[in-house]
Antibody, heavy 118, light 110 residues
Framework: QVQLVESGGGVVQPGTSLRLSCAASGFTFSSYGMHWVRQAPGKGLEWVAV????????YYADSVKGRFTISRDNSKNTLFLQMNGLRAEDTAVFYCAKDGVGTYLDHWGQGTLVTVSS | QSALTQPASVSGSPGQSITISCTGT?????????VSWYQQHPGKAPKLIIYDVSNRPSGVSHRFSGSKSGNTASLTISGLQAEDEADYYCNSYTYSSTRVFGGGTKLTVL
């Protein structure tokens, strides 16, 4: 069965960087696009970024463009999110999710909490 | 990339039907039949319940159905059950190849 396990969250100060990872198993990772979605405490879901199956194409939400970078290592079945210039408003649970056929997110991890605070 | 518009809350009694709307623009909901819906229980990860406007993934109850008209998509839950109480989010593919979520709707089963 599909399994997605996020890691790398924690408490960081504003302006610093953090890299999240998502270990994938149970499917052919290199055949599917992957997403990051976040959810601020008590708030709704916010789509963050998507990367194509081969890593050649990425798209970002305006709120993170230029600060966050999505990448993947298909040899290690792992998705990444490099987050730079973190702000208090980036505090959220970050989920990785598997793309269906380009139009929906069909499997989700359990999330990792990122807290940006001084 | 403005969020899609959903009602903040809806409620219904067991056995009744409810509908949650999701309004976008001609750049997202109105342009593509790529609206999906997600159910999220407190403290849990979201779960896909409808994709491409009206398709149900394997294992999702037939009580969940989706539709779309113009810039507005809808999720209908029939025969409400206590376990349906959760937050529901719509999502759409956009003209810029990004995705956008709705603000979410809290369903209360009375």
């Amino acid at each position: 069965q599909v399994q997605l396990v996020e890691s790398g969250g924690g408490v960081v100060q504003p302006g610093t960087s953090l890299r999240l990872s998502c270990a994938a198993s149970g499917f052919t990772f290199s055949s599917y696009g992957m997403h990051w979605v976040r959810q601020a405490p008590g708030k709704g879901l916010e789509w963050v970024a998507v990367i194509s199956y081969d890593g050649s194409t990425q798209y970002y939400a305006d709120s993170v463009k230029g600060r966050f970078t999505i990448s993947r290592d298909n040899s290690k079945n792992t998705l990444f999110l490099q987050m730079n210039g973190l702000r208090a408003e980036d505090t959220a649970v970050f989920y990785c999710a598997k793309d269906g056929v380009g139009t929906y997110l069909d499997h989700w991890g359990q999330g990792t909490l990122v807290t940006v605070s001084s | 990339q403005s969020a899609l518009t959903q009602p903040a809350s809806v409620s219904g009694s067991p056995g009744q039907s409810i509908t949650i709307s999701c309004t976008g623009t001609t750049n997202d909901v109105g342009r593509y039949n790529y609206v999906s819906w997600y159910q999220q229980h407190p403290g849990k990860a979201p779960k896909l319940i409808i994709y491409d406007v009206s398709n149900r993934p394997s294992g999702v109850s037939h009580r969940f159905s989706g539709s779309k008209s113009g810039n507005t998509a809808s999720l209908t839950i029939s025969g409400l059950q206590a376990e349906d109480e959760a937050d529901y989010y719509c999502n759409s593919y956009t003209y810029s190849s990004t995705r956008v979520f709705g603000g979410g709707t809290k369903l209360t089963v009375l």
